[in-house]
């Protein structure tokens, strides 16, 4: 069997710039070593440990008792859509209509094709780093170049209007913006936003994809959409969908809605793609979108229970420094302060690589590294595990932390 091609300039050159997805390799190397049999806490991922709402469940059995298990319309069914539009006009404030809704094989679905739809080559995308790490390789498919926007822990990962004024270049042609944030759970407040957006209004050639897959898992903070605020709808395309705020990840259902002509665009890509969701999550994500929110807001109690434990557990240990994320599930300690270091088996750590391997291989905890985010500083530290789970590993990073010299 051929493996390899002849030579890397055999690919397609925006696919051979790709880097694979570095949470999902993290995550598998943390599995192979549980089937090999070892104990191992895996902090790697990146979906909620909780079950789907029962009658979402209970909407897709019927679905499939019913026969509806055939290719829907491309943009989604029109119920849906319409669920969609009603929830985006109702919750978020944006003036939307079914039409304007493309209903997605999940939300990654969603941001890839605004990004393919809207970027040309030479393109700048620019995104606060840390960043989930698709953005930058989305753009890197569409020939763009990604632009990331450095942001610490002292300012709690975020990006400042100034920084955003500074970063905005005549070939800037999108913002990705994502709050409640992957990786770090910061939340812009609503104020924040809107000095962003004031930046925004000043330069007219700039589209925003806004990411807020992460909007119900939300603590003590408000959820604002930039798409909502004045002179932005034109401009923006808001991505969102089930796999976080419903623990629907399996499921693969997302969508976008945004300037007709944006999502007309994406729905030609996808239908040369993939074509619709498959027709039983559609069926599924019509009931979750309209169900009685007690069971989500639930998880969101849960989950704050959590992030404060985790993250009191890491404001103790030395030289670690961690902020209070107000969203989604996880935590960025910056955990630079270790770096230079070395373990008892003579391993420098050099940077957040050489410690998450340090702490999976040699103390059966996993992160993920910050690098893989584009911030080297940090780890990734998910806590969509029970609280059980969340003292053991905290024990593990303590003693591996503690451990290096
Ligand atoms: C910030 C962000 N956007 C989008 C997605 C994609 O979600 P989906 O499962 O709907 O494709 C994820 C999933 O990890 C995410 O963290």
């Not at 990705?176 to 000043?202: H, Q």
């Not at 088996?345 to 690098?371: C, M, N, W």
Request: net charge negative; glycine share 6%; hydrophobic share 45%.
């Amino acid at each position: 069997m051929i493996t390899e091609a002849p030579a890397l300039n055999e690919l397609n050159p925006n696919v051979a710039a790709m880097q694979p997805s570095a949470t999902l390799a993290m995550a598998a190397r943390a599995k192979a070593l549980i089937r090999a049999g070892r104990d191992v806490i895996s902090l790697s991922a990146g979906e909620t440990d909780f079950d789907t709402p029962a009658p979402v469940v209970d909407a897709a059995i019927q679905a499939l008792h019913e026969g509806f298990t055939h290719y829907t319309a491309n943009a989604g069914i029109p119920q849906l859509r319409e669920a969609i539009a009603n929830k985006l006009r109702n919750e978020n404030g944006l003036e939307v209509q079914a039409e304007d809704v493309l209903a997605c094989n999940g939300a990654k679905q969603a941001v890839a094709q605004t990004v393919l739809a809207l970027c040309r080559p030479g393109d700048e995308v620019l995104f606060p780093a840390p960043y989930w790490v698709s953005y930058p390789e989305q753009a890197r498919l569409a020939g763009a170049t990604p632009i990331a926007v450095e942001t610490t822990a002292e300012a709690d990962y975020k990006m400042t209007p100034a920084q955003l004024e500074a970063a905005i270049t005549p070939k800037t042609r999108l913002l990705i913006f994502n709050s409640p944030s992957n990786p770090t759970g910061a939340v812009y407040t609503p104020d924040e936003i809107e000095a962003l957006a004031e930046v925004l209004r000043r330069h007219e050639h700039v589209f925003v994809l806004s990411d807020e897959i992460y909007e119900y898992v939300l603590f003590d903070a408000e959820h604002t959409t930039i798409g909502s605020l004045s002179g932005m709808g034109e401009r923006t395309v808001t991505v969102n969908g089930f796999s976080k705020g419903y623990a629907m990840t399996g499921w693969r259902i997302g969508y976008m809605a945004g300037p007709r002509w944006i999502v007309d665009a994406a729905a030609k890509i996808q239908s040369q793609f993939t074509s619709a969701p498959c027709s039983i999550t559609q069926r599924a994500a019509l009931v979750a979108v309209q169900m009685d929110k007690a069971p989500i807001d639930a998880m969101a109690v849960a989950f704050r229970e959590r992030r404060n434990y985790m993250m009191e557990r890491l404001r103790k240990l030395p030289g670690v420094l961690c902020p209070k994320p107000e969203g989604a599930f996880y935590l960025f300690p910056d955990v630079s302060a270790y770096y230079g270091q070395t373990s008892p088996d003579g391993t420098r750590i050099k940077g957040s690589e050489d410690l998450s391997f340090y702490l999976l291989e040699q103390h059966g905890v996993a992160l993920v590294p910050g690098k893989a985010f584009g911030s080297d500083a940090g780890v990734r530290v998910s806590y969509a595990s029970s609280l059980d789970d969340l003292a053991k590993a905290a024990d593990r990073i303590e003693a591996g932390l503690a451990a290096l010299v």
